[in-house]
DNA sequence: GAAAAGCTGAGTAATTTAGTTGGTTAAAAG
DNA sequence: CTTTTAACCAACTAAATTACTCAGCTTTTC
């Protein structure tokens, strides 16, 4: 498992998909715009997401993307998982015997590290991290206070 | 907080330092031999290290590097933010007005997240990877069954 | 059948990772 | 006090990954 800026990309589109997606199809274009991220590098991220049933694609005009799942089946290990190449960790081919032993312990030491982050983060659901934005949006609407326009929830752009 | 093979590098090259500094300082070249890594890229490392006050450094002839603190003081975190550049995730300086308030949540979240794995790892400590090790090499010694040339649980080379 | 979208692959630029080279200092040993 | 050992350091290169671009194709709706 890796965490690197690219699994972040993931996970925000696919957030942002999640917060748009209640009244139909979201287009990449769409959340490239949002997210500032190019289109081309979306369709790429996509094309991983689908082929793992995080996302499922409609074709054709007002088509897009849609969950795959509902927001509390999908993890954010799943969305990870996706995009990041796995580390082939093993030199060993998880034999278990490259350089005496020594190696391999070393290196079975960091795929179980892995496996707890891994577990951690199959926990958090794309709903709790929806309802953490819920609740940070109104967080932040307390603290400005009232306000002729106020900084509403709805999370339509 | 990144979680890539660089860091897995330093895990396992301060793993290693510490089956082995009990006698005294180890050498990067022994590490560097032990772990099938470059002598150059190990110094980079433990350059960030030193400056971390992971490890300790003893120059001249018989020298070489220590653990900075007790094995229960180390930390795997603290080893990975020592080595991984740090990602800047926010675009908008912290401000949380980037793209009309909206991206701005979406990374805070992943701040948030980045955190939590963060905390978890900082409770993995080198010492308690050290025990796996051990309960590990037993637990193979013991698949194996009895041999003439007990595979040994002293982790000294 | 034109337009809107997803789908695909080849190519490229930028960044990061990993390793190389060629030194210099500090300390121990002889 | 000279040699040796090993840390320290900086500039460079190579390889891999990330992010993006381009150019076209396919499916679906109007």
Chains 1, 2 share one sequence.
């Not at 015997?97 to 312990?105: E, S, W």
């Not at 609407?141 to 999370?155: F, H, K, M, S, W």
């Amino acid at each position: 498992m890796k965490l690197t800026t690219k699994g972040r990309y993931a996970v925000t589109a696919v957030l942002d998909l999640a917060l748009h997606c209640e009244k139909g199809p979201v287009t990449l274009a769409d959340i490239a715009e949002r997210q500032k991220l190019s289109l081309s590098y979306l369709e790429q991220l996509f094309s991983k997401l689908r082929k793992a049933e995080v996302v499922k694609a409609v074709r054709g005009p007002g088509g897009g993307y849609l969950l795959g799942s509902t927001t509390e089946n999908i993890s954010v290990s799943e969305i990870i998982d996706a995009v990041e190449e796995k580390v082939d960790a093993t030199q060993c081919g998880g034999q278990g015997d490259c350089n005496k032993g020594m190696a391999c312990l070393t290196h079975t030491l960091w795929q179980d590290l892995n496996d707890q982050v891994h577990g951690f983060l199959k926990g958090v659901s794309i709903a709790s991290l929806m309802e953490r934005s819920a609740v940070k949006q109104v967080a932040l609407r307390q603290d400005a206070g009232p306000q002729d326009e106020p900084q509403i929830v709805t999370l339509e752009d």
